[in-house]
């Protein structure tokens, strides 16, 4: 049954796994999550030739972000890895942080065990479960986040203490007060967002209204916001159950955008949104300005401006819309965002072929 995105009670009623209370602490747990990395023993500093983010789904975002938010900062190049097995240069000049909500996640323990065999300096990220034990075991380093949330919300504890810690070890600068930045600037967002503030005030739920019954289709910018597209994905698949994709500039113009010619009844049911940022490459937003006027037959385009004192806000000023809407989106269908019950079945029967 579909939820009136003005009936607060209703939107709470449905969300069994406190979804929307998460997205609201976003803020304080990114603060948090600064916190937890203060006092974690370090690794022996080496002559680390890359980093690497071994997780998967919301575990591997955080090595996303990373990735794409160090470019600018470090002198070495940051890698994530989705994966049983390690990338073949994996060694004891990587940096590997081994990251993993539950402590559970069976590519990442294996990707752990791995990188204990090349040598690699490792620190983990997690709950606990069996990542915590082993590497509580094995003298690893490991930054205990609190449990009581779905993985995809807690990017602040899975992305920020990777920060903290490399600025610790002299990697990175000024990074206090980049996450001030944003946990102020959260805040602000979060009641222009959540769910108290009506649809006519409301970005996240007009944008919800919008793809209602829609494809939603996320385009990003590489460098920019290309982890964010990623992110919107996922969010619209694990909390709304529905379909969705991603692409970026200005791979999209080399390919995807050929792709608005037909069907026209499909094409009739997309919905894109152009996710901007003031570091986008000039030629990029020419090139957005362009592709915009070449993709009439779709349903219809949002332009969505990342707004923020500093890159991290910025970032998170997207991931905050996207993760709101997603859930606005799964009201409207009458979903409860929280339960995924495709991957609990999926992992279940994986666990009777151990």
């Known amino acids: ?190 009641r222009r967002y959540g769910s108290e503030t009506p649809v006519r005030n409301n970005p996240a739920k007009q944008l919800a209204l919008n793809l209602q019954n829609r494809l939603p289709v996320i385009w990003g910018v590489a460098g920019t916001t290309e982890v964010v597209a990623q992110r919107w994905k996922g969010q619209f698949n694990e909390n709304a159950k529905a379909p969705a994709y991603w692409n970026v500039f200005p791979e999209l113009n080399h390919n995807e955008v050929v792709g608005f010619g037909q069907p026209e009844e499909i094409l009739d049911r997309i919905w894109l949104v152009l996710l901007q940022d003031e570091a986008d490459h000039p030629r990029v937003k020419l090139r957005m300005k362009i592709t915009r006027d070449m993709v009439k037959k779709a349903a219809g385009i949002t332009e969505v401006q990342s707004s923020g004192p500093n890159g991290l806000a910025r970032v998170y000023s997207l991931i905050y819309l996207g993760d709101y809407a997603s859930m606005y989106l799964a009201a409207l269908a009458g979903i409860d965002p929280g339960p995924v019950r495709v991957i609990d079945y999926l992992k279940n029967e994986l666990a009777k072929h151990k």
């Open 1 to 190: 049954m579909r939820v009136d995105l003005d009936d607060v009670q209703a939107l709470h009623d449905l969300d069994s796994m406190g979804m929307l209370g998460a997205a609201w602490n976003l803020p304080e747990q990114c603060e948090q999550a600064w916190s937890l990395a203060q006092d974690l023993p370090l690794p022996q500093v080496r002559d680390w030739r890359q980093i690497l983010v071994t997780g998967l789904g919301g575990s591997a975002i955080g090595g996303d972000l990373l990735r794409v938010f160090a470019g600018d900062k470090l002198g070495i190049p940051v890698l994530v890895n989705r994966d049983y097995t390690l990338p073949w240069f994996v060694d004891r000049n990587t940096l590997v942080f081994a990251v993993s909500y539950s402590g559970n996640t069976e590519e990442t323990l294996n990707a752990y065990d791995a990188a204990r065999e090349r040598g690699a300096t490792i620190v983990a990220i997690t709950t606990g479960g069996q990542l915590g034990r082993r590497a509580a075991a094995d003298g690893v380093p490991v930054v205990r986040v609190p449990r009581g949330i779905a993985p995809r919300s807690a990017t602040g504890y899975l992305f920020i203490p990777m920060v903290a810690l490399l600025e610790r070890l002299g990697m990175f600068f000024g990074m206090r007060a980049e996450v001030e930045g944003l946990v102020a600037h959260l805040r602000e967002l979060r």
